[in-house]
């Protein structure tokens, strides 16, 4: 299993920036994709931003420009450097990571950590 703890949420003014952090233990070796979801109230999760393994990434539109997704691997840990944030960016901002064991692929998520952005 992959366990996997993010941190650098909190509240903060429109057009300012945050960098939450991911970090995973137990069995990364075998970890591929790593990507940031999140989910505001009333609202479907939905895909932020992704990453590779070999470090190709992808972003939502809505983050385009914004939001930066990077991993380093020998610290294990996936993070998303979010700028020029909008009220719209609220929501519990969620880590996951897709590893494949044998030929299944199997699926890991943080907690989850809380992102606000006042007006």
């Known amino acids: 299993q992959v366990q996997l703890v993010e941190s650098g949420g909190g509240l903060v003014q429109a057009g300012g920036s945050l960098r939450l952090s991911c970090a995973a233990s137990?069995?990364?070796?075998?970890?591929?994709?790593m990507g940031w979801y999140r989910q505001a109230p009333g609202k479907q999760r939905e895909l932020v931003a992704g990453?590779?393994?070999?470090?190709?990434?992808n972003y939502v539109d809505s983050v385009k420009g914004r939001f930066i997704i990077s991993r380093d691997n020998a610290k294990n840990t996936v993070y998303l450097q979010m700028n020029s944030l909008k009220p719209e960016d609220t929501a519990v901002y969620y880590c996951?990571?897709?590893?494949?064991?044998?030929?299944?692929?199997?699926?890991?998520w943080g907690q989850g950590t809380q992102v606000t952005v006042s007006s």
């Open positions: 996951k990571a897709r590893r494949l064991g044998g030929s299944t692929w199997y699926t890991s």
């Open positions: 137990g069995n990364i070796f075998s970890i591929n994709d």
């Open positions: 990453i590779t393994s070999g470090g190709s990434t």
